[in-house]
């Protein structure tokens, strides 16, 4: 049971240039989100999604862009990169229903020079 | 406005004793749920704990307890017997059950140090 896999683990990218940072979850999640971590600070909610077809933003979407196009997948774009999104990028999943509990990925390192 | 409070940005304890974690809360939904983290060097956030606002008991998980107070809003993570395994960065989190976009409300944490 592979959880929450996101892809790739570090990604050094220059101002200006777009990537898609991708998520996967394996558990029939009916919600999957993106958060960042800055240093020192807790995560912050990007983007969320409550089922295919169905997207949101959340507390920071500038600069960000996503798409639901299955249960399973839920990648994030980074239109054009900025130093200011250097972060740690966490996709995390969870059922919609009785449990409340978040499963969080790996992250992903981005540094943005 | 939702909000955690986590006052203790590092700690210290010794093996095989008992460390608590602080953390306080504030918000305006009537129901809400309250959860920890931890967050080893290796950087995945590992879910420990959840209590729900309207458990009449603390949640317990093994090794961890979560010492709720409504009335006090905090939500302290106590951690019995420390192991070494348990340094990392422990953030405590909040979900208003109020909120549709499941958003979790991080704390900015607290780093643990166990000595052996």
């Known amino acids: 049971n592979a959880g929450v896999t996101q892809t790739p683990k570090f990604q050094v990218l220059k101002t200006g240039q777009s990537m898609t940072l991708q998520c996967a979850q394996d558990?029939?999640?009916?919600?999957m989100s993106w958060y960042r971590q800055d240093p020192g600070m807790g995560l912050r909610l990007i983007h969320y999604?409550?089922?295919?077809?169905?997207?949101d933003q959340g507390e920071v979407p500038n600069g960000y862009n996503v798409s639901r196009s299955t249960t399973e997948d839920f990648p994030l774009r980074l239109l054009s990169a900025a130093p200011s999104q250097t972060s740690v990028y966490f996709c995390?999943?969870?059922?919609?229903?009785?449990?409340?509990?978040?499963?969080f990925g790996p992250g992903t390192r981005l540094l943005v020079l | 406005a939702q909000k955690i409070t986590q006052t203790q940005p590092g700690m210290f304890v010794q093996e095989k004793e008992a460390v608590t974690l602080d953390c306080t809360y504030d918000t305006s939904d009537p129901s809400y749920g309250l959860f920890w983290y931890k967050q080893p060097s290796s950087g995945e956030m590992i879910f420990l704990i959840y209590q729900g606002s309207y458990d009449q008991q603390n949640a317990t998980e093994g090794r961890y307890s979560l010492n709720f107070q409504k009335a006090r809003k905090s939500a302290n993570l106590v951690i019995s017997a420390s192991q070494l395994g348990d340094s990392a960065m422990y953030f405590c989190a909040m979900r208003g059950r109020m909120d549709s976009s499941y958003k979790l409300i991080f704390g900015s944490g607290t780093r643990l140090l166990v000595r052996p």
């Open positions: 999604s409550v089922g295919a077809g169905i997207t």
């Open positions: 995390a999943s969870r059922t919609v229903r009785y449990q409340e509990t978040q499963y």
């Open positions: 558990m029939n999640h009916e919600y």
